[in-house]
Every structure is written in structure tokens, then in C-alpha cells.
């Protein structure tokens, strides 16, 4: 009879495990298997498993599933023939003929999902995180729970963009009230930052919480900061792929003006540190503008650096900036978070961005200067170099503040401070 209740003592007492769904996961570059570590730091008594999508190459161990795209695209099929237009219904009629498919799934992965639960034994208990959310996320885990009901586990779902995967205005906003209707209690929504939640709040009336902050690269540390007593080159870094909405066609411009407002007589000298492929400073690439600095015209030199950084070196690059440059485009970040303003605090280092970028609660602690046109952002620069310790004071609060993220493992991560 003891050996009965020890072993159901046992039983009760099992490790919780937590189930995290990352379909961009594919190697060991970008943000997406830091979030990976930094979940699982979370909840350091968690068993881990790992759903993933196609291209994962299995850098973090053997994945309990890898999800097949097949089924995403037979899946946006349905929701092109029950929400839009005549000819796009049209077209996923002739879809669903090519695919020789009489029917649709409900949802891009909530059969596999709930594969995955039944197999390594998911329960009430236990926790999905999906830390790059879309409306295929909300969907599969509504399946989930049709099809599990009260055996389905906590879900959290945390959204970093208003697309929301959905580039049809019309569809995404069908897609959303219908995925949020009636939300069951046990699935919970997150977005990366307040700004984001705030708009989906205001927007379709949805009830989801800001704040829920990943560390991405750099982890937040007091690392040693060189000051310009100990040297006169200021070193701007811009991370990161180029890309339209991360302004990065405006970098010549920018850069040209701050050559404009040196003088070299006063001994200081600048260094962007940019990265990008090969190509993209070659002539007709985004950044072949900057060729005549590569040899340090007028006191501004560029340093190009490879676009596919191994982490370590990366983080090396990372830190030996004094300053991040984010001339991003406030359409698309004004509500979506960026990985290099959490790695940029996490590091110390201060921040000339757009004027009205997102994660304000990070950019509000005299570490950062807002910008607008060109010509603002090369007197910006200025104005960081001459000023830079104490920039570096603000730095410190910034990442004081990162560091204090309430978080409750009942109820979700909190809003930084």
C-alpha cells in the first residue's frame, strides 16, 4: 500500500515540460534559437521539446517534430476561399483541383501539434510557447483545442508584427476576430512590445499583454566601456541584413553628412561598422555609396563586416561599438520590436533611432537620440561622440531596466520597467 502512494506520489510530482514552437528556427545565426535559450532559462525546471519547421538542420538536438510547409499552404487555400475576394476564392478552387484536395485543414498545424502532445505526453499541466506567433499560430493552437479540449496545455502565443503573417488587410482582419473569438482562458496573447499590443487592443478589441522581451544576441552583462579619453575614433555599428524598412539605403547619406560636419583639425574620427555581403557595397548594391570611404576619407572610415557572422564573432563586432545606429522606418517599427535595440541595451551601448520607433520603454533612459532626416542623424552622431559618457550612464539605466522584467511563471512574462 506504501509502494502504491509512493509511486503515485511520484507520478504527481512529475517534471512539467514545456513544448516551444519555432518554425523560423533553422541553424545557430539570427534571433530565433536565442529565444530558444532564453525560454529555457525561464523555466529551468521544464523538460524541453522542440517543434520546428522545414530547413532545420538540428544544431539544438532532434526536434520531437518538424512541420511539414505543404500543409501552410493548403491551409491559406482555406482561408483565401471562405474570406476572400471572388477571384481569390477563384484561385484556391484551382488550388485545391491542382493539389487534388476535396477538402482543406482547418489549420497549418494543430492535427500536428496535437500529435506532438499526445506523444510526449502533454497535459493541463504543462506549457506551449510559440515565440514568433502569427495568425497560423492562432489557428493551429484553436485546433489544438478543439481537438483536446480541457487536456490541452497553457498556451502562449507572442506576436512581433501587426501583419501578423496575413498580407491581406481584409483577410488578416477576418482571420483574427474569428481566431480570437471566445479565446479559451488557457491560450494567452503576448506581443514582443507595448506599442504592438496596444494598437491590437484599440484595434479589434483583442485582450493580449506587451512587454514579453527575449534576449537575442547579446546578453546583458557591464562589460568594460572605453571611453574617448582612451581614443579618438567614435565607432558606429549597423547590424543586421540591409533591408528597406531598416533604412538602410539612407546610410550613405548619413554618412556623408557627418564628413560634412567634421573637422580634422579637431583630432576625432568616426568608423561605421556595417555589415552586409560583399555584394551589397559592390556598385549596384545598397551600400556601394560608401566606396570612397573605405580608406578613411575626411576622417570617416567604413569597415564593412560579413553578413553571415559566426555568434561569437558577431558578438565581439557587437561590443566593440560605442554607439548602434537604427535609421528604421517607423511604419513598419513603430509598432514592431528590433532584436539590435534589445542587443544594443543588453551590451550598454547608446542609440540614435527614428523618431517614433517602438520599445520606447528601452530607448527612455538618456541612452538614446531620436532622429528624423538625414542631416539629424549625422548631428546626432556628432553630438553622441562629444557627450558619449554620458550616454554610457544612460546605457547603464537602459540595461538596469531590461534586467528588471517581472516575470511570473503563472500567469506570463511582464513589461520591462
Known amino acids: 500500500m506504501k509502494d502504491a502512494k509512493a509511486e503515485g506520489a511520484v507520478q504527481t ?105 499526445q506523444r510526449i505526453d502533454l497535459g493541463p499541466n504543462d506549457l506551449i510557447v510559440i515565440p514568433t506567433a502569427e495568425l497560423d499560430s492562432l489557428e493551429s493552437v484553436r485546433e489544438l483545442w478543439d481537438l483536446l479540449g480541457p487536456s490541452t496545455p497553457r498556451i502562449w502565443l507572442r506576436f512581433l508584427s501587426p501583419q501578423l503573417g496575413e498580407q491581406d488587410e481584409l483577410i488578416r482582419e477576418c482571420r483574427l476576430r474569428e481566431a ?91 568608423e561605421f561598422v556595417i555589415q552586409g555581403a560583399e555584394e551589397e557595397f559592390r556598385n549596384g548594391g545598397v551600400y556601394s555609396g560608401l566606396a570612397e570611404f573605405f580608406e578613411g576619407k575626411d576622417g570617416v572610415l567604413v569597415s564593412p563586416s560579413g553578413d553571415r557572422l559566426p555568434p561569437h564573432v558577431f558578438r565581439d563586432i557587437f561590443a566593440s561599438v560605442d554607439a548602434i545606429l537604427l535609421p528604421y522606418d517607423t511604419s513598419i517599427y513603430g509598432l514592431q520590436g528590433s532584436g539590435v535595440v534589445q542587443d544594443a541595451v543588453a551590451a550598454r551601448k547608446p542609440i540614435i533611432h527614428t523618431e517614433g520607433m517602438s520599445m520606447n520603454s528601452f530607448l527612455r533612459h538618456g541612452n538614446a537620440i531620436a532622429a528624423t532626416t538625414d542631416l539629424e542623424f549625422a548631428n546626432a552622431i556628432h553630438k553622441m561622440a562629444e557627450e558619449h559618457s554620458s550616454f554610457l550612464e544612460g546605457a547603464s539605466r537602459a540595461a538596469v531596466a531590461c534586467a528588471i522584467l517581472l516575470w511570473d511563471s503563472d500567469s506570463g512574462p511582464g513589461v520591462a520597467v
Do not use: W
Open 13 to 117: 510530482a512529475r517534471r512539467a515540460k514545456l513544448l516551444i514552437v519555432e518554425r523560423k528556427l533553422i541553424s545557430n545565426r539570427g534571433h530565433h534559437h536565442t529565444q530558444i535559450a532564453a525560454l529555457t532559462s525561464l523555466f529551468p525546471d521544464h523538460d524541453v521539446s522542440l517543434v520546428v519547421g522545414e530547413g532545420y538542420d538540428g544544431f539544438l538536438g532532434v526536434a520531437a517534430k518538424q512541420l511539414d510547409g505543404r500543409n501552410f499552404k493548403l491551409a491559406r487555400l482555406r482561408t483565401r476561399l471562405r474570406y476572400g475576394t471572388l477571384p481569390q476564392r477563384i484561385s484556391a478552387i484551382i488550388g485545391m483541383i491542382k493539389a487534388r484536395r476535396a477538402s482543406l485543414p482547418v489549420s497549418g498545424y494543430g492535427q500536428s501539434l496535437a500529435e506532438v502532445c
Open 180 to 270: 480570437t473569438a471566445q479565446l479559451p482562458d488557457r491560450i494567452v496573447l503576448f506581443s514582443e512590445t507595448e506599442e504592438l499590443a496596444a494598437y491590437l487592443r484599440d484595434k479589434f478589441g483583442i485582450s493580449i499583454r506587451g512587454g514579453f522581451f527575449l534576449p537575442c544576441s547579446m546578453q546583458i552583462e557591464c562589460p568594460s566601456q572605453k571611453s574617448l579619453a582612451d581614443r579618438t575614433v567614435f565607432r558606429i555599428g549597423i547590424f543586421g541584413p540591409p533591408r528597406l524598412e531598416k533604412g538602410s539605403h539612407r546610410i550613405a547619406s548619413i554618412v556623408e553628412e557627418v564628413k560634412r560636419r567634421n573637422e580634422p583639425d579637431n583630432g576625432r574620427r568616426f
